[in-house]
């Protein structure tokens, strides 16, 4: 007992030691950057930190003085960047500052000047893949590659994303968001109803979408509103099971993205004899949605070296990763070629990069959905004005005469699109864009007309959350505080913390640019030809920026603004008041009871976005939120 005491004290010398040569280097390094630095006693991303941190935090803060705890407390949470924003940046005085920790450095920066040098370097600031590895888990993706193999596999797919794939993206967005609406009022025979599962029919929407319009698989809202008789065989399995599966496509694919951190987190062989429903039932969906989408790849090459034209028009994602794969020359379909050309991606990778692109396809546009409609429901005013725009582009017409050529372009030049934005830059999907310097010799960089280096391997965090809020480069108004707000706040002498997609609409006689303007807006526009505010370069990153920004922006534009229309065009949304009072009582109401009642549901969302945001692929509530849906007209508030 003794020597294994005596045994634990030298590994914890040892290991002190070494973390304090470490912390010493990192430290030296930091200095000689020439940026500001905090020293942080703990590597907020390190596992121990990510699974403690939300009991961990709370109990420093109780028990420890503050003055042993400032202000490196602050940077302890795994989720620091959200719950701080643009605060950080504010009180240090500078846009980039270096955290040095005795596990490693980090650069984090909300400069746009800085953001767009390591986006353009690439070789310089690569995307550091090790952190994507949990992705891994059909194989290698656009999403933990760099260098030739992510090249490669992005030319295979951009293609497929091009402008002249947006009218089927419209159009199929369009048809999910009739039958979502559809399900929330039954067929008209109610005039009003409490949303329970708004969330997760944002989500399934969204998924709908890629797998119909990526990929053909045409999931179902229900069985009764689906026909089976107008569809192709590989729509068909997309609902029901063959024989030879335990799951159907769609089963297999909403339970997957459902348990997707338990396949991303456990070992495969872990998942299979764990004793416990959720692991054998992950496991179950991960191996059957790998089936069929390895039927549907085994499908897809058939067709291509048949010559057969496909059966089911789309953007076809499936083709475009099996030519990918060289089993016939890309230059020509058919060939007389006894065997295949050695492939260029492996049937792994092209099944990984399918979950990829659904996954992330799906999620991030569903977030940015959810959000709107939540941020719409809290401010009533700026509803309004979406629905009379809605109103001026569509006027009488049924969703089935809308046009991608006519109409959308008009969404983008107003309200609509200014939602959008709004909300990506108010929650952006993922609020940390990691990079890191390669290995070897320092590099430089401009840092506020000043020349920094930073050594090989040291992390960098592009602060979407805080250069979205950073003054310098929006246009603001002084704060009232009384609009829909995300996160902590900053300082109160601007309103980047609010909900105001106004800002983003030109007011007489400005230009588009990045300039600070007065916060006025005209509205008389028109849509055809109004452009949107635009900000500086690396000012605005929901979609990353560089070569590395997102394949599917476009995609998710239009899913969005066309889902957008077809809600706000026939509805209108609302918070739900129950907690304080009920339908009669709010009936009996004045206007300025009924405005304080409201202010009662506006502050509720505001507390679930400042202190119930989480991430595990996008920065989402993780508590259930309600809204109430009504014919217009029907509104209460």
Same mark, same amino acid.
């Given at each position: 007992?003794?020597?294994?005491?005596?045994?634990?004290?030298?590994?914890?010398?040892?290991?002190?030691?070494?973390?304090?040569?470490?912390?010493?280097?990192?430290?030296?390094?930091?200095?000689?950057?020439?940026?500001?630095?905090?020293?942080?006693?703990?590597?907020?991303?390190?596992?121990?930190?990510?699974?403690?941190?939300?009991?961990?935090?709370?109990?420093?803060?109780?028990?420890?003085?503050?003055? @042993?705890?400032?202000? @490196?407390?602050?940077?302890?949470?795994?989720?620091?960047?959200?719950?701080?924003?643009?605060?950080?940046?504010?009180?240090?005085?500078?846009?980039? *500052?270096?955290?040095?920790?005795?596990?490693?450095?980090?650069?984090?920066?909300?400069?746009?000047?800085?953001?767009?040098?390591?986006?353009?370097?690439?070789?310089?600031?690569?995307?550091?893949?090790?952190?994507?590895?949990?992705?891994?888990?059909?194989?290698?993706?656009?999403?933990?590659?760099?260098?030739?193999?992510?090249?490669?596999?992005?030319?295979?797919?951009?293609?497929?994303?091009?402008?002249?794939?947006?009218?089927?993206?419209?159009?199929?967005?369009?048809?999910?968001?009739?039958?979502?609406?559809?399900?929330?009022?039954?067929?008209?025979?109610?005039?009003?109803?409490?949303?329970?599962? *708004?969330?997760?029919?944002?989500?399934?929407?969204?998924?709908?979408?890629?797998?119909?319009?990526?990929?053909?698989?045409?999931?179902?809202?229900?069985?009764?509103?689906?026909?089976?008789?107008?569809?192709?065989?590989?729509?068909?399995?997309?609902?029901?099971?063959?024989?030879?599966?335990?799951?159907?496509?769609?089963?297999?694919?909403?339970?997957?993205?459902?348990?997707?951190?338990?396949?991303?987190?456990?070992? =495969? @062989?872990?998942?299979?004899?764990?004793?416990? =429903?959720?692991?054998?039932?992950?496991?179950?969906?991960?191996?059957?949605?790998?089936?069929?989408?390895?039927?549907?790849?085994?499908?897809?090459?058939?067709?291509?070296?048949?010559?057969?034209?496909?059966?089911?028009?789309?953007?076809?994602?499936?083709?475009?990763?099996?030519?990918?794969?060289?089993?016939?020359?890309?230059?020509?379909?058919?060939?007389?070629?006894?065997?295949?050309?050695?492939?260029?991606?492996?049937?792994?990778?092209?099944?990984?990069?399918?979950?990829?692109?659904?996954?992330?396809?799906?999620?991030?546009?569903?977030?940015?959905?959810?959000?709107?409609?939540?941020?719409?429901?809290?401010?009533?005013?700026?509803?309004?004005?979406?629905?009379?725009?809605?109103?001026?582009?569509?006027?009488?017409?049924?969703?089935?005469?809308?046009?991608?050529?006519?109409?959308?372009?008009?969404?983008?030049?107003?309200?609509?699109?200014?939602?959008?934005?709004?909300?990506? =830059?108010?929650?952006?999907?993922?609020?940390?864009?990691?990079?890191?310097?390669?290995?070897?010799?320092?590099?430089?960089?401009?840092?506020?007309?000043?020349?920094?280096?930073?050594?090989?391997?040291?992390?960098?965090?592009?602060?979407?959350?805080?250069?979205?809020?950073?003054?310098?480069?929006?246009?603001?108004?002084?704060?009232?505080?009384?609009?829909?707000?995300?996160?902590?706040?900053?300082?109160?002498?601007?309103?980047?913390?609010?909900?105001?997609?106004?800002?983003?609409?030109?007011?007489?006689?400005?230009?588009?640019?990045?300039?600070?303007?007065?916060?006025?807006?005209?509205?008389?526009?028109?849509?055809?030809?109004?452009?949107?505010?635009?900000?500086?370069?690396?000012?605005?990153?929901?979609?990353?920026?560089?070569?590395?920004?997102?394949?599917?922006?476009? *995609?998710?534009?239009?899913?969005?603004?066309?889902?957008?229309?077809?809600?706000?065009?026939?509805?209108?949304?609302?918070?739900?008041?129950?907690?304080?009072?009920?339908?009669?009582?709010?009936?009996?109401?004045?206007?300025?009871?009924?405005?304080?009642?409201?202010?009662?549901?506006?502050?509720?969302?505001?507390?679930?976005?400042?202190?119930?945001?989480?991430?595990?692929?996008?920065?989402?509530?993780?508590?259930?939120?309600?809204?109430?849906?009504?014919?217009?007209?029907?509104?209460?508030?």
């Amino acid at each position: 007992m003794k020597s294994l005491t005596v045994g634990i004290v030298v590994l914890l010398v040892l290991f002190g030691v070494l973390r304090y040569r470490t912390f010493n280097s990192n430290l030296q390094a930091a200095k000689a950057s020439g940026l500001k630095y905090i020293i942080v006693p703990v590597w907020s991303f390190h596992w121990s930190i990510v699974l403690t941190h939300r009991i961990l935090v709370p109990l420093l803060r109780a028990y420890l003085p503050e003055r @042993w705890t400032k202000p @490196w407390l602050d940077f302890v949470s795994t989720e620091w960047g959200w719950e701080q924003l643009y605060r950080p940046f504010e009180s240090l005085g500078v846009d980039t *500052f270096i955290i040095v920790t005795p596990w490693g450095n980090a650069v984090h920066t909300a400069d746009p000047d800085v953001i767009v040098q390591i986006t353009t370097r690439r070789s310089d600031f690569p995307k550091p893949t090790h952190l994507y590895k949990p992705m891994d888990i059909y194989g290698k993706n656009m999403l933990s590659t760099e260098g030739h193999t992510w090249k490669r596999q992005r030319n295979i797919l951009g293609h497929s994303f091009s402008g002249r794939n947006n009218s089927l993206v419209w159009s199929e967005s369009l048809q999910q968001a009739k039958q979502m609406t559809h399900g929330w009022l039954e067929a008209e025979r109610e005039t009003s109803q409490t949303l329970y599962s *708004f969330q997760n029919d944002t989500m399934r929407f969204s998924l709908h979408v890629i797998s119909s319009a990526g990929f053909g698989r045409r999931l179902p809202w229900s069985k009764s509103e689906y026909d089976t008789s107008s569809l192709s065989a590989p729509h068909k399995t997309a609902a029901m099971p063959l024989k030879q599966y335990l799951m159907s496509y769609t089963d297999a694919l909403e339970t997957l993205i459902q348990m997707v951190t338990l396949v991303m987190l456990v070992p =495969r @062989w872990a998942l299979r004899i764990l004793p416990f =429903r959720s692991t054998n039932l992950a496991s179950t969906a991960y191996s059957q949605w790998g089936l069929h989408v390895n039927e549907m790849f085994e499908e897809k090459k058939a067709s291509i070296l048949a010559g057969e034209t496909p059966e089911t028009k789309g953007m076809d994602l499936m083709a475009s990763l099996v030519k990918g794969t060289g089993v016939i020359p890309l230059q020509n379909l058919r060939t007389t070629s006894p065997s295949p050309i050695s492939s260029t991606l492996t049937k792994a990778e092209v099944i990984s990069n399918v979950f990829v692109l659904i996954l992330a396809g799906h999620e991030t546009t569903a977030n940015a959905i959810f959000f709107a409609c939540l941020f719409l429901a809290t401010s009533i005013s700026s509803q309004r004005q979406l629905q009379a725009e809605l109103d001026e582009i569509f006027q009488t017409k049924d969703v089935s005469e809308w046009s991608f050529e006519h109409d959308h372009p008009r969404l983008c030049g107003g309200m609509a699109l200014s939602v959008l934005n709004e909300v990506l =830059r108010l929650i952006p999907p993922v609020y940390l864009i990691p990079k890191h310097v390669t290995p070897g010799p320092t590099k430089s960089l401009t840092v506020e007309g000043k020349e920094c280096s930073l050594p090989g391997e040291t992390l960098i965090l592009l602060d979407a959350a805080a250069v979205h809020r950073n003054p310098k480069h929006w246009p603001s108004a002084p704060s009232d505080r009384t609009g829909p707000q995300s996160g902590s706040p900053s300082k109160d002498d601007n309103d980047l913390d609010v909900f105001k997609p106004e800002r983003w609409l030109p007011g007489p006689g400005e230009a588009p640019n990045g300039s600070k303007r007065k916060d006025t807006r005209s509205p008389n526009r028109d849509l055809k030809t109004s452009k949107l505010f635009m900000p500086p370069k690396g000012a605005f990153i929901p979609f990353s920026e560089g070569h590395r920004s997102c394949l599917g922006r476009h *995609f998710a534009q239009v899913e969005f603004l066309a889902v957008l229309a077809v809600i706000f065009k026939t509805y209108s949304l609302e918070l739900v008041v129950d907690e304080w009072a009920n339908d009669e009582e709010v009936e009996k109401m004045t206007a300025l009871e009924k405005a304080a009642l409201y202010d009662n549901a506006k502050e509720k969302v505001n507390f679930l976005i400042r202190n119930e945001m989480s991430t595990i692929i996008t920065n989402q509530i993780r508590k259930p939120v309600v809204l109430r849906i009504c014919n217009r007209g029907g509104e209460r508030f």
